[in-house]
C-alpha cells in the first residue's frame, strides 16, 4: 500500500516554464488537494477535488490548474512558472468529504523557480 | 470561516522536560480539530483529532490535546519529550475544508 505518491520530489524551472506535478493516491479516496508550504506561512490549499470529474479553488489557485480524470491521480499544473511559485507542494487525500476523517500527506515536491 | 492561530513559532525544550504547544481556533460552528506533525523533509503525519466526546484527547507518541470550547483552545502536550519529537507541529480545524496554522517548531535540546 504506497499511500499518496508525488513526483517529482525537485524541480528546478525557468520563469514562464510549465510542468506538472503528480499525484496519485492508491486508497480509493473520493477527496484530495494540493497545499503549497512557505515559511512562516503554514499550509495554504490550492485546489481541491471532491471526485473524479469535480475540481474547486481553494485559497491560492492563481497560476495553477487541475484536473480529476480518475479517483487515483490529481496532476498540478503550472502553465507559466514565476519566482512566487517556488514552495514544497502537498497533496493530500482523505476518504471522508466531510473532512472528519484524516488527510494522508504525501511526501511533498520541492520547487524552485528561477 | 474557520481560522487557527498558533502562538509560538518556535518552541526550544529541553529533552525530559514537559511541553505545550498552544492552538486557538475561531469558528461559528461545530469544529473538529487536528494535530499533525512533519518531520524534517517528509509530509504530514496524524498525531490526534478530535470530533467529540471526551475533551482529553490522546494521540500516538504519548502526545494529548484537550479540547476547551470556552477559550476555544486545543493545545497539544507531552510530559516528557524525546530528542525523537523535534519536528514542526501544525493545528488544524475543519469546517468545509482542512485550515492549518502557521505550525510550531518544536526543538529538544539534549
Known amino acids: 500500500n504506497a499511500g499518496v505518491t508525488q513526483t517529482p520530489k525537485f524541480q528546478v524551472l525557468k520563469t514562464g516554464q510549465s510542468m506538472t506535478l503528480q499525484c496519485a493516491q492508491d486508497?480509493?479516496?473520493?477527496?484530495m488537494s494540493w497545499y503549497r508550504q512557505d515559511p512562516g506561512m503554514g499550509l495554504r490549499l490550492i485546489h481541491y477535488?471532491?471526485?473524479?470529474?469535480?475540481?474547486d479553488q481553494g485559497e491560492v489557485p492563481n497560476g495553477y490548474n487541475v484536473s480529476r480524470s480518475t479517483t487515483e491521480d490529481f496532476p498540478l499544473r503550472l502553465l507559466s512558472a514565476a519566482p512566487s511559485q517556488t514552495s514544497v507542494y502537498f497533496c493530500?487525500?482523505?476518504?471522508?468529504?466531510?473532512?472528519?476523517?484524516?488527510?494522508?500527506f504525501g511526501e511533498g515536491s520541492r520547487l524552485t523557480v528561477l | 470561516a474557520q481560522s487557527v492561530t498558533q502562538l509560538d513559532s518556535q518552541v526550544p525544550v529541553f529533552e525530559e522536560a514537559p511541553v505545550e504547544l498552544r492552538c486557538n481556533y475561531s469558528?461559528?460552528?461545530?469544529?473538529?480539530l487536528f494535530w499533525y506533525v512533519q518531520y524534517p523533509n517528509q509530509g504530514l503525519q496524524l498525531l490526534l483529532k478530535?470530533?467529540?466526546?471526551?475533551?482529553l484527547v490522546k494521540g500516538i507518541n504519548g502526545f494529548e490535546a484537550e479540547f476547551n470550547k470556552s477559550q476555544t483552545s486545543f493545545h497539544l502536550r507531552k510530559p516528557s519529550v524525546h530528542i525523537s519529537d523535534t519536528a514542526e507541529y501544525f493545528c488544524?480545524?475543519?469546517?468545509?475544508?482542512?485550515?492549518f496554522g502557521t505550525g510550531t517548531s518544536l526543538t529538544v535540546i539534549p
Open positions: 493530500a487525500s482523505s476518504y471522508m468529504q466531510a473532512n472528519t476523517g484524516e488527510l494522508f
Open positions: 486508497m480509493n479516496h473520493e477527496y
Open positions: 477535488s471532491v471526485g473524479a470529474g469535480i475540481t
Open positions: 469558528s461559528s460552528v461545530s469544529v473538529y
Open positions: 478530535y470530533l467529540s466526546g471526551s475533551t
Open positions: 488544524a480545524v475543519t469546517g468545509n475544508q482542512f485550515y
